[in-house]
């Protein structure tokens, strides 16, 4: 059974920085791109960072150099380190695994999400 546990959303004030992690289990982890993606009241799911089996990433244009992905395959754990928040980051941050398989199916895991709330 695949599972994304996310953890390390609260309340923060404008400025101060946050750091979420997400535990994955029942996958081989380093064969996944891991991301993070995160959903505003009223607003799509939108990515927020990525980074590939081999390390590499990709961020929102809109963090503007705010925020940083890691991942520890030894671990299964993949992390964000969010600087310099600001009120509209608030929202629900997914953990998420994604790979596309030989046959061409992509796969999608989702964690149950993580309230991050910016306000002073």
């Known amino acids: 059974q695949v599972q994304l546990v996310e953890s390390g959303g609260g309340l923060v004030q404008p400025g101060r920085s946050l750091r979420l992690s997400c535990a994955a289990s029942?996958?081989?982890?380093?064969?996944?791109?891991m991301g993070w993606y995160r959903q505003a009241p009223g607003k799509q799911r939108e990515l927020v960072a990525s980074i590939t089996r081999d390390g590499s990433t990709n961020y929102a244009d809109s963090l503007e150099g705010r925020f940083t992905i890691s991942r520890d395959n030894a671990k299964n754990t993949v992390s964000l380190q969010m600087n310099s928040l600001k009120p509209e980051d608030t929202a629900v941050y997914y953990c998420?695994?994604?790979?596309?398989?030989?046959?061409?199916?992509?796969?999608?895991?989702w964690g149950q999400g993580t309230q991050v709330t910016v306000s002073s």
């Open positions: 998420n695994a994604r790979k596309r398989l030989f046959d061409g199916r992509l796969v999608d895991y």
């Open positions: 029942g996958i081989i982890f380093f064969t996944y791109t």
